[in-house]
């Protein structure tokens, strides 16, 4: 394999993971697993093991982290780990009422695409998308990647308030806003389902490397889902 | 058993409730929040006797008055304020009770940023995701996941009685190593996209912290940076201390409530003895980075751990 694998240092307390400077599910892949088997080995003065797009974190306090003990763990791990399949996990399934109010910009997206807002749901309904990663705000995943037909860019003023369950594209990713935040992504529809919820046994719906799938409801289907929600 | 409460009679400018970070969650997007002078948290929780992991109050700028109903031991450490409790003068560096039914009342501040106020105790709001650390962009943790207002009530965990022991403890301050406004760097891990001199250019003359900067990071104005590959990397985990520097060339200060990932490439990280040097400067102040070894990174954080080892006893 002539991949890229570098460990670089990211100050006194973390060590950076890269693997190919690409957006690609197989190195994705390829870091979710590394991530995951280090948190396994609960390697001394570990604090946290984070992975991204095609990068992990590690971060570590110093006085208790062996440093040439965590090198030799990572390099160890990705040895395990380069023969790995692409983690077969879950598919969650997300119904989104899309457009009108719930969707505000699914207007916006259609005329990008030249097409009606039927078919921008049907192409955004038909694809299986992967976790890539979480950040920007807790149980945020970005999730990818969108057909390229549908992949409107960022809107031009973000909006000061995203209401939470919003579903929207950016470019060739999508995603859930998961709290009530600013966001400059085209939003085109709403999920009754609370990508995080701090009072649930698992506080989070995406987890990296995660498949999710997106289905249209109705509007008195996805006001059905909010009210059990909150009735269960 | 009633464990005590701090009544807010003033909140302060930014109070909020901070341990030392929800750590094991940011694969999951969520942010570690914490200290921002983690070094000033930890001393103020080894004076009155807690476990450095004990929640303490950071006090921004313009600090509380803070109503307690029993008598506690208290320490404050980082940004130094005058204080008082009933018109009499409090003194700084060491423990000092506060009597039941009285008030503790921050004044005009000497130096520094921010402040921490630890109780013997701790400060005991609900523990999220293992932390009771306060981040307000997502409304986690804390009390109620806010910066502290009027007319709220923080309960206390049981004090723990060793008071006598604990009334000698002082900060021997030649013991650590910190210079205020230097901030010393390591390279990394993005220094391959910037040019040859850009480790120099940081050197070159001190970075002023912006007025629009928060417990997420400092805008920082001074000499520029330029990027040599272009100014976007693909989304990656991001440090306290990181350098990230965005197109325009000023380089941005990744704070305690920073976001977990980014996209800008970071030129170099500050090391973990002085990221609290960094948590003290205020909007207005100068910060001057300064290379160094991560020999001289890991000498300066045993410094700071000898200090406190020496104080806990």
């Keep these: 394999m002539n991949d890229v694998f570098r460990i670089l240092p990211a100050g006194d307390a973390a060590l950076l993971v890269e693997f190919d400077e690409r957006v690609d599910e197989a190195i994705n892949a390829r870091a979710v697993a590394l991530a995951e088997k280090l948190r396994i080995s609960r390697v001394r003065g570990v604090l946290d093991v984070v992975s991204a797009y095609r990068t992990v974190a590690i971060y570590f306090d110093p006085l208790q982290a062996d440093r040439s003990e965590l090198l030799a763990r990572i390099a160890a791990l990705r040895a395990d780990a380069v023969d790995e399949p692409v983690a077969s996990s879950e598919l969650i399934r997300v119904p989104v009422c899309y457009g009108a109010e719930l969707g505000p910009d699914l207007g916006q997206v259609a005329r990008f695409a030249g097409m009606t807002e039927n078919d921008v749901v049907s192409i955004h309904t038909a694809s299986t998308y992967r976790v890539f990663m979480l950040g920007f705000a807790p149980g945020f995943a970005y999730m990818g990647k969108v057909d390229t037909r549908i992949a409107a860019p960022r809107r031009d003023m973000p909006r000061t308030r995203v209401p939470a369950g919003s579903v929207a594209i950016a470019g060739r990713q999508t995603g859930v806003y998961p709290l009530e935040t600013p966001g400059g992504w085209q939003l085109i529809g709403r999920t009754p389902l609370k990508p995080f919820d701090a009072r649930a046994a698992d506080p989070f719906l995406f987890k990296p490397g995660a498949r999710v799938r997106f289905e249209a409801v109705g509007r008195n289907e996805y006001e059905r889902m909010i009210t059990a929600g909150h009735d269960p | ?313």
């Excluded at chain 2, 560096?93 to 501040?109: D, E, I, K, N, T």
């Excluded at chain 2, 901030?183 to 120099?200: E, K, N, S």
């Excluded at chain 2, 207005?284 to 751990?305: H, M, V």
């Design chain 2, 1 to 313: 058993m009633n464990a005590g409460s701090i009544y807010v009679q003033r909140p302060g400018l930014l109070t909020t409730v901070q341990d030392l970070g929800r750590w094991g969650f940011q694969s999951l997007g969520v942010p570690v929040a914490g200290p921002m002078d983690p070094f000033a948290h930890c001393l103020a929780n080894a004076l009155v006797g807690n476990d450095r992991r004990a929640a303490t109050l950071e006090i921004t700028l313009v600090g509380p008055e803070l109503e307690f109903d029993d008598e506690r031991l208290v320490a404050v450490a980082g940004a130094k304020f005058d204080m008082t409790i009933g018109g009499a003068g409090v003194p700084s560096g060491c423990p000092f009770v506060v009597p039941a039914q009285s008030r503790l009342r921050f004044g005009p501040r000497q130096h520094g940023a921010r402040a921490y106020l630890a109780v013997e105790g701790g400060i005991d709001v609900p523990l999220v995701l293992g932390s009771r650390s306060t981040h307000v962009p997502s409304a986690m943790g804390g009390h109620a996941g806010r910066a502290l207002a009027r007319a709220d009530r923080l309960l206390l965990g049981p004090p723990h009685g060793s008071r006598t022991r604990l009334a000698s403890r002082r900060i021997a301050s030649a013991s650590f190593d910190r210079e205020p406004g230097r901030v010393r760097v390591l390279p990394g891990p993005q220094r391959d996209r910037f040019d040859d001199d850009a480790i120099d250019v940081i050197q070159s003359a001190p970075y002023v912290v912006a007025s629009e900067s928060d417990r997420m990071g400092f805008r920082l104005l001074g000499p520029a940076l330029r990027h040599s590959r272009g100014a976007e990397i693909i989304s990656e985990p991001t440090m306290m201390g990181s350098l990230q520097v965005p197109g325009a060339g000023q380089p941005l200060l990744l704070m305690a409530d920073r976001q977990t990932t980014g996209g800008y490439p970071k030129i170099a990280t500050a090391i973990s003895a002085d990221l609290g040097v960094a948590g003290q400067a205020a909007p207005g102040d100068a910060i001057s980075f300064k290379l160094c070894t991560p020999g001289e990174a890991l000498a300066a954080l045993i410094a700071g751990e000898r200090a406190l080892l020496a104080i806990e006893g």
